[in-house]
C-alpha cells in the first residue's frame, strides 16, 4: 500500500493504521531476519573455524618450539658427536704414525738382527783366527821394532806368517797389522798430529804406543 492509502487509513480509522504499520513492520523485519540469520550463521561458522585456526596455530607453534629445541638438542649432541670424531681421527693417524713407526723399527731391527747373527758368525770364526793373529802381533812388537821397513815387512808377512800356517794355528786369510794393533780413529789422530800416513810411520806409531 502506498504511503497515499496509509494516509486514507488514518482518516479511516487510527487503530487500523496502526494495525497496518504493525504487519508492515513485522513483514519487514521478517524480511531483514531472512537475510541476517544466514550471514549469522556464517559470520558463526566464520568465528568457530576461526577459533579452530587459532587453536590450531597455537598448536603449530607448540610443536615449533618442541623441534627447535629438539633440533638444539640434536645439534648439541651433533656438535658433541663430531668433536668425538675429530678426537678420534687425530687419534688414529697418530696411532697410525707410531704403528709406520714401529713397524719401520721392526724391520730395522730384523736387518740388524741379520746382520748381527752373521757378525756373530764372522766373530767366532776371527775369535779361533785370533790365536795366530795375537802371536804374529805380539812377534812384531817384540822383535820388529829395531829393524828397517823391508826387514819388517819380510819377517813379519813371510818368515813368521808362513811359519804359523805351517804349524796349523788358526790365523786370518789376509793378516794385516794395523787392523788388530790399531784403529782408523787413533791412525787418523797420528795424521792431525802431523805423522804421515805410510805403512812404516803407522808401524812406527803402533811400536811406539805399545
Known sequence: MCIRDRDRLDQISPAIKNVYNWVDNTLNFLEQNRK?????????MMTKTLAQLAQDLKDTELLITKLNNELAENQAEF???????????????????RLKAAQKLING??????RW??????????KIKLIGDCL???????????FDFSFRQRMTYEDWN??????????????VLQNLLTTGVEISQWASEGLPGD????????LTTR
Do not use: C, W
Open 109 to 114: 731391527l730384523g736387518r740388524e738382527q741379520e
Open 117 to 126: 747373527s752373521a757378525l756373530r758368525v764372522s766373530l767366532q770364526e776371527n
Open 162 to 175: 808362513a811359519d804359523i800356517r805351517r804349524r796349523e794355528i788358526p790365523m786370518s786369510e789376509t793378516f
Open 36 to 44: 541476517v540469520v544466514p550471514l549469522q550463521q556464517k559470520l558463526d
Open 136 to 146: 804374529l802381533s805380539s812377534s812384531f812388537l817384540s822383535y820388529a821394532g829395531p
Open 199 to 206: 805403512e812404516l810411520s803407522i808401524q812406527n806409531g803402533i
Open 79 to 97: 656438535d658433541q658427536t663430531n668433536r668425538r670424531l675429530e678426537e678420534l681421527t687425530k687419534e688414529a693417524l697418530l696411532m697410525d704414525r
